[in-house]
């Protein structure tokens, strides 16, 4: 069945500079619901830049972003350009939940009081409507029996995974993973793959920027290669990985399958 709602995230001819650095030269992406976007590529292709224009903690010089088909308002051109409403950035902003690749617990609070702090300080919810959904999203990603632990008292897969679920919790209309695996030892990586897999099978909307192939692979419905800010190729896993048809993407695959 044809879906006709509006993508979460459509972004359009999007460009981004810092200074003299043009990071984003004219990017387009559709991160359509319940699909999961992949962007790959080398280390300052303009991957995590692109993430953080979509969640509007960066602002992008030229170029639109919609979210379910509701354009941003801007004001002022070029690198006097920021966005209009504030209010639409916070209302749209809340329901985009990042998970970045420090964890970005607070150390003075229990996981528990991590998960509840934004919905219960930014949404106004029900504080024990709350706690029972944040526990809920604890049991989810498999540590529940770590609720009234210190962050300090975690490992970095189960950090991770806390942070997980303190962007679930949000009930959030997409899921924004910035390197979500790059800062962890290989053993506690897989954790926080299988997680990541399990909320792909669930349907949810999901960009993630990723540095593990096998992770683009196995949970993207679409992949964007980026090569210095600019999209070389793109499309379904099977063509992107099977079948690159540039030689930049040959090449940047060839250097991760022996990296």
Request: charged content about 25%; proline content about 5%; some cysteine.
């Given at each position: 069945?044809?879906?006709?709602?509006?993508?979460?995230?459509?972004?359009?001819?999007?460009?981004?500079?810092?200074?003299?650095?043009e990071?984003?030269?004219?990017?387009?992406?559709?991160a359509?619901?319940?699909?999961?976007?992949?962007?790959?590529?080398?280390?300052?292709?303009?991957?995590?830049?692109?993430?953080?224009?979509?969640?509007?903690?960066?602002?992008?010089?030229?170029?639109?972003?919609?979210?379910?088909?509701e354009?941003?308002q801007?004001?002022?051109?070029?690198?006097?350009?920021?966005?209009?409403?504030?209010?639409?950035?916070?209302?749209?902003?809340?329901?985009?939940?990042?998970?970045?690749?420090?964890?970005?617990?607070?150390?003075?609070?229990?996981?528990?009081?991590?998960?509840?702090?934004?919905?219960?300080?930014?949404?106004?919810?029900?504080?024990?409507?709350?706690?029972?959904?944040a526990?809920?999203?604890?049991?989810?990603?498999?540590?529940?029996?770590?609720?009234?632990?210190?962050?300090?008292?975690?490992?970095?897969?189960?950090?991770?995974?806390?942070?997980?679920?303190?962007?679930?919790?949000?009930?959030p209309?997409?899921?924004?993973?910035?390197?979500?695996?790059?800062?962890?030892?290989?053993?506690?990586?897989?954790?926080?793959?299988?997680?990541?897999?399990?909320?792909?099978?669930?349907?949810?909307?999901?960009?993630?920027?990723?540095?593990?192939?096998?992770?683009?692979?196995?949970?993207?419905?679409?992949?964007?290669?980026?090569?210095?800010?600019?999209?070389?190729?793109?499309?379904?896993?099977?063509?992107?990985?099977?079948?690159?048809?540039?030689?930049?993407?040959?090449?940047?695959?060839?250097?991760?399958?022996?990296?």
């Open positions: 069945m044809l879906d006709t709602n509006p993508p979460v995230i459509e972004i359009r001819d999007l460009h981004k500079s810092y200074g003299e650095l990071v984003l030269k004219g990017v387009d992406l559709v359509p619901r319940g699909h999961v976007v992949a962007l790959i590529g080398s280390s300052g292709s303009g991957k995590s830049t692109l993430l953080r224009c979509a969640n509007l903690l960066e602002e992008s010089q030229r170029g639109e972003i919609f979210f379910e088909g354009p941003i801007w004001r002022g051109e070029g690198a006097g350009r920021h966005p209009a409403d504030r209010a639409q950035v916070t209302r749209i902003r809340t329901n985009l939940s990042m998970v970045f690749q420090q964890f970005n617990l607070w150390a003075h609070m229990t996981i528990l009081e991590n998960v509840m702090e934004a919905p219960v300080t930014v949404l106004k919810r029900d504080r024990a409507e709350v706690e029972e959904r526990r809920h999203y604890l049991d989810k990603v498999g540590i529940g029996d770590k609720a009234d632990a210190w962050p300090a008292q975690l490992s970095g897969g189960q950090q991770q995974r806390a942070a997980i679920a303190r962007a679930l919790c949000m009930e209309r997409a899921l924004l993973f910035d390197e979500p695996t790059s800062a962890l030892d290989p053993e506690l990586e897989q954790e926080v793959v299988k997680v990541i897999k399990d909320l792909a099978t669930e349907g949810r909307t999901m960009i993630i920027v990723t540095h593990d192939m096998r992770l683009a692979a196995d949970v993207a419905d679409h992949v964007i290669f980026l090569h210095l800010g600019k999209i070389e190729e793109e499309g379904p896993p099977e063509a992107v990985f099977g079948n690159p048809q540039t030689e930049r993407l040959r090449q940047f695959l060839s250097a991760t399958a022996h990296a």
